[in-house]
């Protein structure tokens, strides 16, 4: 132990009065010591294994014994045995080697040992002891579940203390809980160490707060031990687990809500998943349980199958199915269900009279039998779908009932009406009908136009329009006009007793949109001319278009631009020209279909119309680089056309001042010495011309190749510096310049250094319970709370934990605090910075601890009888310890002739 003061007092005795001798000065010492080469060593064993304790001594002088637990073991095997029976020398005594065999390894015995080497019978050779300790770790004895059985039942939600114990091991076990294979770690524990039967083991009790859900039915539990002397066997407990718990809540599965015809089987399942024990899974019809089995799964749900005849009466019934078990209060029910049977009647039946007069109104009545869905009443006047009332009854027994009534003018030019009557159900194919024939005497009637499309024509359609007038009589002649004018291309035939016909044929054109067409009916003197008037309307497309750039303006667009800069507002607009419908007018950039803006629409020839939209680019907002470049196009189409479009394309220009990547980094950071290289990604509209840089403390100042230091190398947009030093980090500045504009970066450069300690408090001095603190200056970056560590030098203890207090003043400044010192304290300390770069280089210094104590002196079994043959001379020590140095005195029992005893002048006789 350094700064420990060890004077060692001898005192020469002479007896009988001879003259005192100093051995020193007789030349008497060898030239070389025995020594150690090798000393045995502290060792961990598991209880009965064996061992070798290692010394070996060079230059031997002396003879050499073992001791053991503080008994000397002699010199011979029958001597070593008598003390330790397990015990026995090995190896090579002509080399030096004096090993120590100790077999079977007890915890308790034969745990202390001592390689003792005697000096010479001169005392040429000094004494030599070298100690080992074996430290002895035992495995459990045994593993044990205390007040649990190895098979429990609980239910879920419910707690339960499960305890095991590990006995008879050194050092303590540890306990681990596993649910099947995996580590319980959100439960509860609480564990309890006590003395085990033999001195020095342990007994360890963890007890277990399980709380048990219902996934954890019958997966074991498992209480594992976990001990270094097990070298990796198993010891564990298992207890089978069984968790109670409800069945969920039944569910039937399949379409209850599809439609079944009157007949036919139906086959419904409902399902309890889980449960423990299984649940019982029954149907109940109207609240009363019908006798069908249930069978349980191989994924643990129950399921019973209900099987039924559909007929009317299910129409009624209410079904569903419930589940239980032990666990359940009262039986878990499904959602009720009802089962849709259809069926039809079997006919239909219309009342009503037999004839009318012109210009009557008649009223006809018609009625279904029951069916399910309810029928639909169709009514036909003439093969011609006429509309009545409609109404649904439901009737007790189940079903519906169908009633229509529907009221007729007379008014068409026939000698007679038939009127059908027709129940329609969509589910079956048969059609219920019943006709009833009226008879009327009419006039003739107005002529009817037919030929007319069901859509709108297109410019180049082939039309034929027909111009009927049925009965009459005579039958009339027909004639067309257009727009009041009589068409010479037509042709006229007539059907005895039927009908008159006229036909116009025509190749329609956008001139013919919306224009007039009407036939006339006249048989003379007998009724007067009638007339029927249609038009129609024709699609055409648009045959033109024109896109052009603006300044944002209205819908109608502004003067045309040729370019443009960021920070514009601009649209493009695209006119359409004449068409019918209205032009639509479709947007695309860069190949993606956007929505345009405002719409201009102004009639056209012919009743078209000519659209104008515009598109504001960026909504309105102020156009960036990032839209240049971008493709834009309109088409114009008619919607009602599958003809051929007018698409115009513009690819946009936009002029902006140098900008810089995202992808290109603000901060570089680079370890001291090495080489970096700074890149920025700039560009513009018109391309970047030229490249600055500068540094952050001459803003103003560029950067030339002619003053730059040498390991610095500019290449336009990279700066490259090869062996960096800390002077080279901070702010740098990088410009790009083109027509438009110049734009600037900043760029730091952090230079990364490994540390080094500026200054370590060099020692303290203290007195026991005083307060010690020390200083560790350090300059390194990165640095953090994190960059310096302190510890002891040599063998001695320190818990840095709870006797010592560290912190950071935030800059360089790291602070170890002891604020109590102890005595044991004494000694080296040191201090080691790493900030952990890459090929890392710490930095470590040592300061020293010297503690104010008395002395004391240390009384050694050695050293507390001495003897020696009469007239010869005794080397009498005594060691003493304490700080600062340590003056020692001797006195004698009894009388003290001084003449017998020499001191010198350092404390030593």
Not at 42 to 48: A, F, M, P, Q, R
Not at 267 to 278: A, E, L, V
Not at 429 to 437: A, F, H, S, Y
Not at 690 to 718: C, E, S, V
Request: hydrophobic share 35%; charged share 20%; proline share 6%.
């Amino acid at each position: 132990m350094e700064n420990m003061l060890r004077p060692i007092i001898i005192f020469i005795i002479l007896q009988n009065g001879y003259t005192a001798i100093n051995l020193a000065e007789l030349s008497l010492q060898p030239i070389y010591q025995q020594h150690f080469i090798e000393e045995p060593q502290n060792l961990t064993v598991i209880e009965g294994q064996s061992v070798t304790l290692k010394c070996k001594i060079e230059n031997l002088g002396g003879k050499v014994q073992w001791s053991t637990d503080g008994f000397a073991m002699g010199y011979k095997l029958e001597t070593i045995k008598s003390y330790c029976s397990k015990c026995a020398p090995r190896g090579n005594t002509n080399k030096g080697e004096f090993h120590l065999y100790v077999e079977d390894v007890e915890l308790g015995r034969y745990n202390e040992f001592e390689c003792q080497v005697s000096p010479d019978h001169s005392n040429a050779h000094q004494a030599l002891r070298a100690r080992a300790t074996l430290n002895v770790i035992v495995p459990p004895s045994r593993v044990e579940l205390i007040g649990t059985e190895r098979r429990i039942s609980m239910n879920a939600g419910t707690e339960k203390q499960l305890s095991c114990r590990a006995s008879g091991a050194k050092p303590q076990a540890k306990i681990v809980w596993y649910h099947g294979n995996n580590k319980i770690l959100d439960q509860e524990y609480s564990k309890q160490i006590t003395n085990g039967h033999r001195e020095g083991t342990w007994d360890t009790v963890n007890t277990l707060k399980f709380k048990a859900t219902s996934a954890d039915d019958g997966t074991p539990i498992r209480c594992v031990v976990e001990h270094p002397a097990l070298n990796g066997k198993l010891m564990e407990k298992e207890i089978a687990l069984t968790v109670f718990y409800p069945p969920g809540e039944p569910r039937i599965v399949g379409d209850t809500q599809q439609a079944f015809r009157q007949g036919d089987m139906i086959n419904t399942t409902c399902i309890s998943s889980g449960g423990n024990p299984p649940p019982y899974v029954s149907w109940f019809k109207d609240n009363i349980q019908l006798q069908y089995p249930h069978s349980k799964l191989e994924n643990g749900s129950t399921v019973s199958h209900l099987y039924i005849r559909a007929d009317q009466s299910l129409l009624t019934d209410v079904y569903n199915c419930k589940a239980w078990n032990k666990e359940t209060s009262i039986a878990l029910p499904s959602k009720n269900v009802k089962f849709n049977v259809t069926f039809s009647g079997d006919r239909v039946h219309i009342k009503g009279p037999d004839s009318g007069q012109i210009g009557s109104e008649l009223t006809l009545h018609c009625s279904s039998e029951e069916s399910n869905p309810p029928s639909v009443i169709k009514w036909t006047v003439d093969g011609i779908e006429r509309h009545g009332t409609q109404e649904e009854v439901a009737v007790s027994e189940g079903g519906w009932r169908t009633t229509s009534v529907i009221k007729l003018r007379v008014d068409v030019n026939l000698s007679q009406m038939k009127v059908t009557c027709s129940a329609v159900n969509n589910l079956f194919k048969d059609l219920l009908q019943e006709t009833k024939i009226i008879k009327i005497l009419r006039p003739p009637e107005a002529p009817s136009i037919s030929g007319l499309p069901s859509i709108s024509l297109r410019e180049g359609d082939n039309l034929t329009l027909s111009c009927i007038s049925r009965h009459g009589s005579p039958l009339p002649m027909l004639k067309w006009f257009k727009q009041g004018e009589y068409i010479q291309s037509q042709s006229y035939s007539l059907v005895e007793e039927s009908h008159s016909i006229a036909k116009l044929f025509l190749v329609v054109s956008r001139t013919d949109n919306d224009m007039q067409y009407s036939c006339e009916a006249s048989n003379g003197e007998h009724f007067p001319t009638i007339s029927q008037k249609t038009n129609f309307s024709v699609y055409f497309e648009p045959v033109d278009a024109r896109l052009y750039l603006s300044m944002l303006s209205s819908a109608e667009g502004g003067p045309e631009v040729a370019h443009s800069t960021s920070g514009d507002r601009v649209q493009l607009n695209c006119q359409s020209s004449n068409s019918n419908p209205p032009a639509k007018i479709t947007w695309f950039k860069n190949g993606k279909l956007v929505r345009g803006g405002a719409i201009d629409v102004k009639p056209g020839k012919y009743g078209g119309v000519k659209m104008s939209q515009v598109f504001k680019i960026n909504e309105g907002n102020p156009i960036t680089s990032e839209d240049n470049g971008s493709k834009f196009s309109c088409t114009a189409s008619n919607p009602a056309i599958n003809g051929n479009n007018v698409t115009k394309q513009y690819t946009l220009n936009v002029r902006y001042p140098p900008e810089f990547s995202l992808s290109s980094p603000g901060n570089y950071s680079v370890i001291e010495g090495d080489d970096i290289t700074m890149s920025v990604e700039a560009k513009g509209n018109p391309a970047v011309r030229r490249f600055t840089w500068y540094t952050g403390l001459q803003p103003n100042k560029p950067l030339l190749a002619d003053t730059l230091p040498n390991h610095f190398k500019i290449r336009g947009p990279t700066m490259e510096i090869r062996k960096t030093t800390r002077k080279d980090a901070g702010l740098y500045r990088f410009g790009a310049e083109n027509d438009i504009g110049e734009k600037n970066k900043e760029i730091y450069l952090n230079v990364l250094y490994h540390p080094t300690i500026i200054n370590l408090t060099s020692q303290i001095i203290a007195d026991e319970g005083e307060k010690a603190v020390f200083n560790c200056i350090v300059d390194a970056n990165p640095i953090s709370s994190k960059t310096v560590n302190w510890g002891v030098v040599g063998d001695r203890k320190f818990n840095f934990t709870e006797r010592a207090i560290f912190s950071f003043d935030g800059n360089m400044t790291f602070t170890m605090t002891i604020p109590i010192v102890k005595k044991s304290d004494r000694g080296k300390f040191f201090c080691i910075a790493d900030n952990h770069l890459q090929s890392a280089q710490p930095d470590e210094q040592q300061t020293v601890l010297k503690v104010n104590f008395k002395p004391e002196i240390r009384k050694f079994p050695r050293y507390a009888k001495f003897a020696q043959n009469l007239m010869h001379q005794i080397n009498l020590e005594c060691i003493a310890y304490g700080y600062p140095n340590v003056s020692i005195f001797w006195k004698k029992a009894g009388d003290f002739n001084a003449e017998r005893y020499v001191f010198d002048n350092r404390g030593v006789t």
